[in-house]
């Protein structure tokens, strides 16, 4: 299959949630940092940076979890959304397949997509974007923290909510089953500090301030990229390669097994 052009896949978690939103009865929306983040996102995911190396999302995506009657992926592209003028698609219950129909008939060449979704479900997410005979990243991490702020202590469950996993997709034609096909993935950090007002910083800093995405400066300290590359098509094992620069600080960010 001939490869004509490329679009690039971001997928967040939702921002923080509610003190008591897993208990029964619990609340479905964001916290007050919760918000906090999704209004910083809003300011700093419409330029330029290491992240989003094309600008702005062109195409804006999230899980509606009917059953749970959780919000909150919504909730964080709000917005962003409105700061970009764009709706948001909304994906029913945790429905890859819609996923992934989605990606094919919203998404052009050269977009970037930004997805946003539920923790517990994120591994199936990603396995449906890159097949399980090519690799399975099957552990949210308990934590992420951004170098700049510590999660609430309140928070229940996991902690880890700065990362961004990036997937590159390449355009496929005459391909009957899907048209995007990813060709690895990286992390990034969204770099809040806890406050909308915070400064875009770490892979979220503008380009022209930053110059270089995490770990990617020569002699840049406590940062750490993890890349996974597939060889699309073939159905041989993947390769994961981890690429440190310094002393990492993301605490127990990524668990991947390779099969």
């Not at 429905?95 to 094919?104: E, F, I, K």
């Not at 500090?193 to 800093?205: A, I, P, T, V």
Request: aromatic share 6%; glycine share 8%; proline share 5%.
């Amino acid at each position: 299959h001939h490869l004509t052009c490329e679009s690039l896949l971001l997928v967040i978690r939702h921002a923080e949630k509610e003190r008591d939103a897993t208990k029964p009865g619990g609340s479905g929306h964001l916290s007050k940092v919760g918000e906090e983040r999704a209004d910083y996102l809003s300011k700093c995911m419409k330029h330029t940076s290491p992240a989003l190396p094309w600008g702005a999302p062109s195409v804006l995506m999230s899980v509606t979890n009917q059953s749970s009657g959780s919000t909150r992926p919504y909730e964080t592209l709000e917005p962003l959304a409105k700061e970009l003028k764009q709706d948001i698609i909304t994906i029913q219950d945790d429905d890859y397949d819609g996923l992934m129909r989605a990606l094919d008939r919203y998404v052009d060449c050269d977009q970037t997509v930004l997805v946003a979704w539920h923790h517990s479900t994120m591994m199936e997410l990603v396995e449906a974007v890159m097949p399980s005979n090519f690799w399975m990243y099957h552990k949210w991490p308990k934590e992420c923290q951004s170098e700049g702020f510590v999660e609430p202590k309140w928070l229940p469950g996991s902690k880890c909510y700065d990362i961004i996993l990036s997937m590159p997709l390449r355009e496929r034609k005459g391909n009957a089953d899907r048209r995007w096909w990813p060709g690895w993935m990286d992390i990034y950090h969204q770099g809040f500090g806890g406050s909308k007002h915070s400064k875009c910083s770490e892979d979220l800093s503008k380009r022209e301030e930053s110059g270089g995405g995490r770990g990617e400066e020569e002699g840049e300290e406590g940062e750490m990229k993890v890349r996974v590359e597939v060889e699309v098509g073939t159905g041989s094992a993947a390769r994961a390669e981890r690429v440190e620069a310094g002393a990492s600080n993301l605490k127990a960010a990524v668990d991947i097994t390779v099969e």
